[in-house]
Nanobody, 122 residues
Framework: QVQLVESGGGLVQAGGSLRLSCAAS????????MGWYRQAPGKQRELVAT???????NYADSVKGRFTISRDNAKNTVYLQMNSLKPEDTAVYYC????????????????WGQGTQVTVSS
């Protein structure tokens, strides 16, 4: 079983910063990509940022220049540094990992964390 445990959410004023962390544990052979998604009330879950094992990153246009994703491959941990936060960043943030549990697994599977609330007040 693979577990993703997130931490770092909370309440912050507009313009402030937060740092999210997500550690993957359990039986997992390899992790290809890790990332963050978010879901605001009444909206669909959307991609925030992803990073692959080689270090290439991808960001949603709405967070470019404000958020930075990074990864510690040795620890199977991904981070999201969020600066210049805006009220519209308020959402539940979910960690995602795409990987294989075993060397013989045919393809990557998706794993999700339980979510952490980020609230930005105006």
């Amino acid at each position: 079983q693979v577990q993703l445990v997130e931490s770092g959410g909370g309440l912050v004023q507009a313009g402030g910063s937060l740092r999210l962390s997500c550690a993957a544990s359990g039986t997992i052979f390899s992790i290809n990509a890790m990332g963050w998604y978010r879901q605001a009330p009444g909206k669909q879950r959307e991609l925030v940022a992803t990073i692959i094992s080689g270090g290439s990153t991808n960001y949603a246009d709405s967070v470019k220049g404000r958020f930075t994703i990074s990864r510690d491959n040795a620890k199977n941990t991904v981070y999201l540094q969020m600066n210049s936060l805006k009220p519209e960043d308020t959402a539940v943030y979910y960690c995602n990992a795409k990987g294989r549990r075993f060397s013989y697994s045919p393809a990557d599977a998706d794993y999700w964390g339980q979510g952490t609330q980020v609230t930005v007040s105006s």
